[in-house]
């Protein structure tokens, strides 16, 4: 009988932890679209996705930029970009962003033109 109490009982703490993991994962997203505006005051850009939305996405200083010379300085309307950002309390916020595909040989990161596994994300969230 205690042996089942326990059981049980780790049983439904794996279980609490494995639900407060799920929204972590699912709160980055992937966004490919095309610079419309650029607010250095505020660290921010507005794109205009794939379906025509605009989306505001913030930088901070852990925002890595690929093949943007002047990481967000080198941001300007009319760049088409791709963006993975995290879902904040504050709006987007992103964690990568880049120019699409890797102007020829396809190098090492080269999935699709996405980082990070082989088409995982593109699900709903995928604009």
């Not at 009982?9 to 709160?27: D, E, F, H, S």
């Not at 852990?62 to 002047?70: G, K, L, M, V």
């Not at 300007?76 to 993975?84: F, P, Q, S």
């Amino acid at each position: 009988m205690f042996s089942k109490r326990i059981v049980s009982l780790v049983a439904i703490a794996a279980l609490a932890l494995g639900v407060l993991a799920i929204p972590a994962q699912a709160a980055l997203r992937h966004i490919d679209g095309t610079v419309v505006s650029k607010n250095a005051d505020d660290h921010s850009f507005r794109i205009r996705t794939q379906s025509g939305n605009k989306v505001r996405i913030k930088v901070n200083s852990s925002t890595r930029f690929q093949r943007i010379a002047n990481g967000f300085g080198g941001l300007h309307k009319g760049l088409a970009i791709e963006v993975d950002a995290k879902s904040t309390t504050n709006g987007l916020v992103a964690t990568q962003v880049e120019t699409p595909g890797g102007g020829g040989g396809g190098g090492a990161d080269d999935n699709g033109g996405h980082h990070g596994g082989g088409g995982a994300d593109d699900g709903p969230n995928h604009t």
